[in-house]
């Protein structure tokens, strides 16, 4: 087992790093943020992959998440009621959580 300074210290420098990306690429750092949680929530439910392979689908997830995140959220606002309006880091989030478990799930299906 880690001890929790080092996974403290681990979790501060990822975050940091990850925001220093979404700052300095000109991208919405709120977007690059938003798909990384929504990736890092990919990986940690996809226990029946290698290391390799969840970097990789880690990797894939986040860079979906990020390009991905405008029509999301647009996805997001039309089915929510008017009061309700998604911003782009949620849209994010959904899309690096989802869209991977999509592909992989209608690549299954055609093959069926």
Known sequence: MSEPI???GAATVTVTGVTFIGLLSG??????VG????AAVFVLSASDFSLFKKLFLF???WGTGVLSAPFITSCINFLT???VKAAE???AMVAGAVVIRLLMWA?????N
């Not at 798909?35 to 929504?38: K, L």
């Not at 690549?107 to 093959?111: F, G, I, R």
């Open 81 to 83: 009621p008017d009061e």
């Open 89 to 91: 880091p949620v849209g």
């Open 27 to 32: 991208l919405d750092a709120g977007v690059v």
């Open 59 to 61: 990797g894939l997830s």
């Open 107 to 111: 690549n299954k299906e055609s093959k």
């Open 6 to 8: 080092t996974s403290t």
């Open 35 to 38: 798909a990384f949680a929504g």
